[in-house]
């Protein structure tokens, strides 16, 4: 018996042995100087180890100011290429693909000193108060992923996935709610595009692989945008190159998001007939049968696994087991796995 989670997928020239991707998440274990360090060395291989097809790294910061906490990992400066490399190179050697995701963390960065977000409005009372980016900030973040693009090139790095979802700046100014804006970045939906729009270009300025971007599909919020909306600006992101839509969801103002198995399928779903393009799934998906069967109702095309991954580095084995398929154990583990 086959089954559609243990097929290959194949994106441009880069093919996955299966459908499991490991989700991108914050491990926080870096220095203040955004470098890889020992626990990143542990944690990515120990999953393509685990037989998931593809190990995306977590929300890299293109600047300093734009880092979510002062442990995130960087990729300001060409510091930074070895030791991801080094990651692109351990986990490669386990048989997996590699991704990173490129970040600014906006309005929600709460690093030491000023930030910046499209509009001057802090995501809550406990949060700082952001500087309403210029057109030189503009400018010069978009420079920022570009750069990044070169460097995740040049340490190796199979797909690049742009972080345009949980409230971080990207989703900040498509976001009616937190952006505000009264120039060409602001006020209409093909606006508050327009900076995405841009740092699309100058990543692919960089970068001619498979290229993703992660969106949060549904603000949870009156006023906000919904998978509808989500459907529409993917439709421009297709037209743009993009290959691949990764559907999360809420995080850009403070709502409350109703929670279940498989909660935000339906926006994946909704996204993937809407801009008729490929998407990921994302968000307590726990069991081999609940992801075949999304893949096998044409619901997603890749299954984006967070803490489940985390919970068991080798989860990808037990799915198998239950929809009773053999895979290849690591050599190493032969013994033990069958």
Not at 293 to 298: G, H, P, S, Y
Request: with cysteine; hydrophobic share 40%; net charge negative.
């Amino acid at each position: 018996m086959s089954a559609k989670l243990f097929e290959s997928y194949t994106i441009k020239d880069v093919t996955l042995k299966n459908r499991i991707v490991m989700s991108p998440m914050c491990m926080y274990s870096a220095e203040n100087d955004g470098k890889v360090t020992d626990w990143h060395l542990v944690h990515y291989p120990t999953r393509a180890v685990g037989q998931a097809g593809l190990i995306m790294v977590e929300a890299t910061a293109v600047t300093p100011q734009g880092r979510i906490s002062e442990n995130d990992l960087g990729v300001w400066n060409d510091e930074h290429i070895e030791g991801l490399a080094k990651v692109v190179s351990m986990v490669k050697a386990h048989g997996a693909k590699t991704a990173i995701q490129l970040a600014h963390a906006g309005r929600k960065s709460m690093v030491t000193g000023d930030i910046i977000a499209p509009s001057a409005i802090a995501f809550d009372e406990k949060m700082k108060t952001p500087l309403e980016m210029t057109a030189d900030d503009i400018a010069q973040t978009i420079q920022a992923f570009k750069d990044g693009a070169c460097r995740v090139k040049e340490a190796g790095f199979d797909i690049v996935e742009i972080h345009g979802a949980h409230g971080y700046l990207i989703n900040e100014f498509l976001s009616p709610l937190t952006n505000k804006r009264e120039d060409e970045y602001g006020g209409s939906k093909e606006n508050r595009y327009r900076f995405l729009k841009e740092v699309i270009e100058a990543v692919q300025s960089e970068w001619n692989g498979p290229l993703f971007v992660r969106v949060s599909a549904n603000d949870y919020a009156d006023g906000g945008l919904d998978a509808e909306d989500y459907s529409e600006i993917a439709s421009w992101m297709k037209e743009q190159g993009v290959d691949l839509i990764d559907v999360s969801s809420g995080a850009v103002v403070p709502a409350r998001i109703p929670i279940f198995p498989g909660y935000q399928v339906k926006f994946a779903e909704t996204i993937r007939q809407g801009a008729d393009m490929p998407v990921g799934a994302v968000g307590l998906i726990t069991s081999g049968l609940q992801a075949e069967e999304i893949l096998q109702n044409n619901r997603a095309d890749l299954i984006f696994l967070g803490r489940e991954l985390l919970r068991d580095p080798y989860w990808p084995r037990q799915a198998a087991r239950d929809l009773r398929v053999e895979i290849e154990a690591p050599e190493q583990y032969k013994r033990g796995w069958n």
